[in-house]
């Protein structure tokens, strides 16, 4: 197939995102109408507005097309092996406790391969930020269920529809020990980049579910449209309901999404639980590692 | 003298499209508060419809179409 190459950009201004790509990968594979760049958009857009220092943020995917997301970004960026991102992320923590450290994954990386690592991150309260893009299946390997497909809902692996009950994934989150909670859509980009960066500024174990279109797999087997038509259930379908109790949040299949912040509480982070119980108990004898000056210093939230 | 004054409303904003980076899924479109861009009939190099501006005046540079779109295609911002 011959295409001319693209022009060259001629203009001086350039789209906010560009700074935080490398641009050598664009464009991306995601396909068109997939919800992943629009929540790519909103975590720069909070990353900038949170000022940490770019040197200072490490992001970790898992596999998956939302797994691309680490390899995408301008950043210090680890692509793991699928649903291990916690894992890696949580040895970086503890190497270099001044790094940002944030988890970039699909539902399925996250909560079902990746489903005993997130448990157990949220229940130390590891000091990272784990951000789902939640497109209710396995987008890269052709639409398979995962543990948030809803129920009824056709995938590849369930022609007749989906009759596992699947995770509430703030409920979930909440109840495992994560200190702030939030869920939007990637219509609701506004809320989602506040939120991002209130988790980002927030210490110990912050989780944002982004419910987000797969217009090729998931919608189309189900009958549901374009990436837009999910966009427009979306806008139409949701209800926001800041500080509701996250039992009450499940998903059903098309049924109303009710976003918001559920959770935003504070507790010692591992690090600091660690620092606090050791320096109680060996006294003098304790000494802290050498890159880990501040930690469990009193902080103010 | 008359009694009605008229004053035309201030360019506020400009939107910036990257035609050839778009993969036409409507979001810019479908989301602009102030209706500034259209669907393109025409195709980009890829086959994909583009969107178009229409009505530069209305656009507030608000920033919502680069927000929403997933291909980092377009952007708008305040002048
Ligand atoms: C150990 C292992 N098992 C299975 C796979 C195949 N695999 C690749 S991506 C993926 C699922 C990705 O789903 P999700 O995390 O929801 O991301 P999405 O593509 O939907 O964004 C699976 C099962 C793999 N790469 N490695
Ligand atoms: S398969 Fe689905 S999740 Fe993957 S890029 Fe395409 S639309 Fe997005
Ligand atoms: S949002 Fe982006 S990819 Fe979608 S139609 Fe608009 S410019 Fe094209
Ligand atoms: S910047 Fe705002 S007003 Fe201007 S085209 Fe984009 S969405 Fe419309
Ligand atoms: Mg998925």
């Excluded at chain 1, 600091?272 to 590692?289: I, M, N, S, Y």
């Excluded at chain 2, 102030?34 to 393109?40: E, H, P, Q, R």
């Amino acid at each position: 197939m011959s295409t001319q190459a693209p022009p060259a950009p001629t203009c001086e201004v350039h789209n906010p995102t560009e700074q935080w790509l490398r641009m050598d990968r664009i464009p991306h594979i995601w396909c068109p109408g997939c919800g992943i760049g629009s929540s790519v958009n909103c975590f720069t857009d909070a990353l900038e507005k949170s000022k940490i220092p770019r040197d200072n943020v490490s992001i970790v995917s898992g596999i998956g097309c939302t797994g691309r997301t680490a390899g995408y970004l301008k950043l210090d960026s680890f692509h793991t092996t699928h649903g291990r991102p916690i894992a890696f992320a949580t040895g970086l923590k503890l190497a270099n406790p001044k790094l940002k450290v944030v988890v970039y994954s699909g539902d399925g990386d996250l909560f079902a391969i990746g489903g005993n690592h997130f448990i157990h991150a949220a229940r130390r309260n590891m000091d990272m930020t784990v951000i789902c893009v939640n497109n209710m299946t396995y987008g890269m390997t052709g639409g398979q269920v995962t543990p948030t497909t809803p129920l009824t809902a056709k995938a590849t692996t369930s022609p007749y529809g989906n009759f596992e009950e699947p995770f509430n994934l703030p409920y979930l989150a909440e109840s495992c020990g994560a200190v702030y909670v939030a869920r939007w859509t990637s219509f609701h980009v506004r809320q989602l980049s506040k939120s991002i960066r209130e988790a980002l500024l927030k210490p110990g174990f912050t989780f944002i579910e982004v419910v987000a279109p797969c217009p090729t797999l998931y919608a189309r087997r189900n009958r549901l449209g374009a990436g837009i038509d999910a966009m427009k259930y979306y806008r139409e379908q949701s209800e926001i309901k800041n500080g509701a109790p996250t039992r009450d949040v499940a998903l059903g299949f098309q049924s109303k999404i009710i976003c918001g912040k559920f959770v935003d509480t504070s507790r010692p982070t591992w690090l600091e639980a660690q620092v606090q119980q050791h320096r109680a108990v060996l006294g003098d004898k304790f000494t802290l590692a050498e890159n880990w000056e501040g930690v469990g210093e009193p902080r103010e939230d | 003298m008359s009694q009605v004054e008229k004053a035309k409303p201030k360019i506020r904003g400009e939107v910036i499209v990257d035609r050839e980076r778009c993969k036409g899924c409507y979001f810019c479109v479908e989301f602009c508060p102030t209706d500034v861009l259209a669907m393109s009939e025409d195709f980009n190099l890829k086959g994909y419809h583009f969107p178009e501006i229409i009505a530069a005046d209305r656009c507030t540079g608000c920033g919502l179409c680069g927000a929403y779109c997933p291909d980092f295609a377009i952007f708008g911002h305040r002048i």
